[in-house]
């Protein structure tokens, strides 16, 4: 079946430094990826999507490229900050099926001043 | 506009004891979606509301859980009786109308904060 595996955290940093959270998942069709976050005390956001090989999202200052070459959806941030502090899950949903997205199991970002 | 809540914030039981998780979708929103987080693992999909009805259930673990979406509101979880492997977060999420076949068509979910459930 399909799957999302993510790096393990916690990941710490500096305010200021890049951030990179490795994503890689396995799907029998061609799949949407996504990156959600979670914010501590708040539910689950979209954060970006990519739909098609090749496509890039992002958001907030925050990138990912779908690579099917490599079936990768790595996140990119060029200068992280505090407030950046939170968990995020890498996840894709299979278009032709229910549209429910597959997890990864949530990689926690700790950004000090 | 109110996003998803869910009910309550935290719950500590025993074993063997029952608990009710409540979700309240996004106004007008026809499907609701439940998931569990595991401790450290993926967020695991339990099961899928079209208003009222069970439009997928594959992912309840056992039938010591019972869903429930009596007039396409909101939504009960209920856990009877509750085991230690139980624990974890349970994540409500609700969306708008699904077009399945209509491409490359994503509905994006809108997830609330979580209930987090300690079983001892």
């Known amino acids: 079946g399909d799957s999302v595996t993510q790096m393990e955290g916690p990941v710490t940093l500096s305010e200021e430094a890049f951030l990179t959270i490795n994503c890689t998942y396995t799907?029998?069709?061609?799949?949407?990826l996504f990156w959600y976050v979670q914010y501590p005390g708040e539910g689950l956001q979209l954060l970006l999507k990519?739909?098609?090989?090749?496509d890039k999202g992002s958001n907030k200052g925050f990138e990912a490229t779908y690579r099917k070459e490599t079936t990768s959806f790595h996140l990119e941030k060029g200068s992280v900050q505090v407030s950046d502090s939170a968990v995020y899950f890498c996840a894709l949903s299979d278009r032709g099926g229910s549209y429910i997205p597959t997890f990864g199991r949530g990689t926690s970002l700790i950004v000090h001043p | 506009e109110a996003g998803v809540t869910q009910f309550p914030s935290h719950s500590v039981i025993e074993k063997g004891q029952t608990v009710t998780l409540r979700c309240d979708p996004i106004?007008?929103?026809?499907?609701l979606y439940w998931y569990r987080r595991v401790m450290g693992k993926e967020i695991k999909f339990l099961l899928h509301?079209?208003?009222?009805?069970?439009?997928?259930e594959s992912g309840m673990p056992n039938n010591r859980f019972l869903a429930e979406r009596t007039g396409g509101t909101y939504s009960t979880l209920k856990v009877q009786p509750a085991e230690l492997e139980d624990s974890g977060v349970y994540f409500c999420?609700?969306?708008?109308?699904?077009?399945?076949?209509?491409?490359?068509?994503?509905?994006?979910?809108?997830f609330g904060p979580g209930t987090r459930l300690t079983v001892l």
């Open positions: 509301f079209v208003k009222e009805s069970k439009q997928d």
């Open positions: 106004s007008g929103h026809d499907n």
């Open positions: 999420a609700s969306s708008q109308d699904v077009r399945p076949g209509a491409g490359r068509y994503y509905n994006e979910q809108f």
């Open positions: 990519a739909t098609k090989a090749d």
């Open positions: 799907a029998t069709g061609y799949p949407s």
